[in-house]
């Protein structure tokens, strides 16, 4: 855990410095940088970080990664320092990660009911700045406003069979 009390606070300033050079270390190791945040938590100040690769990233990668970009930061006021993968389920907010979604289900969350719903499901057909527009069941574009939505997530949809190679240990009263 590396941490120094620099000139940098946990302002946005120190954030787009951490992104910039944790954007430079995964160009180098092939990665996609996706989010950096510094989040205050009873734990102290974490630094979270992260990344993605095509066709997914390993444990192994993360700690490569952590190990890279952690000396580079000393002059950074954090207490924890985090690097993981965002998910399968992670938010859309990019163009790339829109390329990477389009067409696909997504549910749309609001910040606010619209027609008594706060959340929409649908094909993912447009994004830009202003707009994000999916076709849902009945194939009418539905347009919202970017400042009206609170998260374009990926669905992920599972059936039994994703799990037909688990064993569950069955729950019983006796200890």
């Given at each position: 855990?590396?941490?120094?009390?620099?000139?940098?606070?946990?302002?946005?300033?120190?954030?787009?410095?951490?992104?910039?050079?944790?954007?430079?270390?995964a160009?180098?190791?092939?990665?996609?940088?996706?989010?950096?945040?510094?989040?205050?938590?009873?734990?102290g100040?974490?630094l979270?970080v992260?990344?993605?690769k095509?066709?997914?990233?390993?444990?192994?990668?993360c700690?490569r990664?952590?190990?890279?970009?952690?000396?580079?930061?000393?002059?950074?006021?954090y207490d924890?320092?985090?690097?993981?993968?965002?998910g399968a389920?992670r938010?859309?907010?990019?163009?790339?990660?829109?390329?990477?979604?389009?067409?696909?289900?997504v549910?749309?969350?609001?910040?606010?009911?619209?027609?008594?719903?706060?959340a929409?499901?649908?094909?993912?057909?447009?994004?830009?700045d202003a707009?994000?527009?999916?076709?849902?069941e009945?194939?009418?574009?539905?347009?919202?406003?970017?400042?009206?939505?609170a998260v374009?997530?990926?669905?992920?949809?599972?059936?039994?069979?994703?799990?037909?190679?688990?064993?569950?240990?069955?729950?019983?009263d006796?200890?």
């Amino acid at each position: 855990m590396a941490k120094s009390k620099g000139a940098r606070g946990a302002g946005q300033s120190a954030v787009g410095e951490v992104e910039r050079r944790a954007r430079a270390v995964a160009e180098e190791m092939n990665l996609e940088l996706v989010e950096v945040t510094l989040q205050k938590e009873s734990r102290g100040k974490c630094l979270c970080v992260y990344v993605d690769k095509e066709g997914g990233l390993s444990l192994d990668d993360c700690e490569r990664y952590h190990k890279r970009l952690q000396p580079m930061l000393e002059d950074v006021d954090y207490d924890i320092m985090e690097v993981s993968s965002p998910g399968a389920d992670r938010p859309v907010k990019t163009r790339r990660d829109f390329e990477k979604h389009r067409g696909e289900l997504v549910e749309v969350r609001l910040f606010a009911a619209r027609d008594g719903a706060k959340a929409f499901r649908g094909l993912l057909t447009a994004m830009d700045d202003a707009t994000v527009t999916i076709t849902g069941e009945t194939e009418q574009p539905l347009v919202f406003q970017r400042r009206e939505v609170a998260v374009v997530k990926a669905v992920i949809e599972r059936d039994e069979d994703d799990f037909a190679d688990v064993e569950f240990d069955a729950l019983n009263d006796e200890e």
